[in-house]
């Protein structure tokens, strides 16, 4: 990510080797990352460019490790404050992404003016949005993605960050208008037509600059049909047509219409 760039040390890494070395043969012996480096004290500056030497080559788990360690050995030392940050950064790489969002919260709580803060900000809600499932399953994880990025472009609406939360927002709307559409499916397949305009409804109201706003017109003229009320089937169809005039979705329900009900 280019973010991590602006947020390293750019200090030369001094004596990083010597720290490590002890902690490594302890994680050999069997135990977990956070065990071995809670006894190890070591001066803040020297803490803090192991942390970063791990990060750089890529060795996530142990860097966010370390970069904890520096919060609690040294929690008044100005490099706490980054080491929170980059704790963050360090298990979103990893894919840790509850302990990543603990991480970014916590900066926010103890420095919610920091110049640093929008990217807090972003590293939660990108943290959610990696952890967005497919369609058919729960999708609370999706709606605090979209709530956590909007956090973003309401607070910081001119950042870089801000830029690609939109883009994020976009693909998170998306993805929670085809939840719509797939329970929508299901209760068409079961003729449980209410139910299932009631869905398609949502899709139209809710997302309608998504790619799912043309079929769910199409689905709820079908749904009209069923339920007969071929009045409202045709008002969908019509706002199928002037938004989708050469959509297949528009092809489709006018064939329906002229079907089953031509003089509606």
């Not at 950042?159 to 499916?185: F, N, P, S, W």
């Amino acid at each position: 990510m280019t973010q991590r760039s602006s947020l390293r040390v750019t200090t030369r890494l001094l004596a990083a080797t010597l720290v490590i070395t002890p902690l490594l043969a302890a994680c050999a012996g069997g135990g977990g990352v956070k065990k071995d480096t809670r006894y190890v004290a070591r001066d803040v500056n020297t803490l803090y460019r192991a942390a970063q030497d791990r990060l750089d080559r890529k060795q996530y788990g142990l860097a966010a490790a370390l970069f904890d360690e520096v919060e609690r050995q040294h929690p008044y030392s100005p490099w706490a404050r980054r080491a929170q940050l980059m704790s963050s950064f360090s298990y979103y790489m990893d894919r840790e992404y509850t302990p990543a969002i603990e991480a970014a919260q916590r900066f926010l709580a103890i420095h919610p003016g920091n110049k640093d803060a929008p990217y807090a900000y972003y590293l939660i809600g990108i943290s959610y949005y990696e952890q967005i499932s497919d369609v058919t399953r729960d999708q609370k994880i999706t709606q605090q993605a979209r709530a956590a990025l909007g956090e973003v472009i309401r607070r910081y609406p001119d950042t870089r960050y801000a830029a690609d939360a939109r883009l994020k927002v976009d693909l998170v709307q998306d993805h929670l208008a085809g939840k719509e559409m797939e329970i929508g499916r299901f209760y068409q397949r079961s003729s449980n037509w209410l139910a299932a305009s009631i869905r398609f409804r949502e899709v139209v109201d809710k997302y309608q600059t998504t790619s799912h706003a043309a079929e769910a017109l199409y689905r709820l003229t079908e749904c009209y049909l069923a339920l007969g009320i071929p009045a409202e089937a045709k008002k969908s169809a019509a706002v199928l047509g002037a938004n989708y005039p050469g959509n297949e979705w528009y092809q489709r329900a006018y064939k329906l219409m002229q079907k089953h009900a031509p003089s509606a």
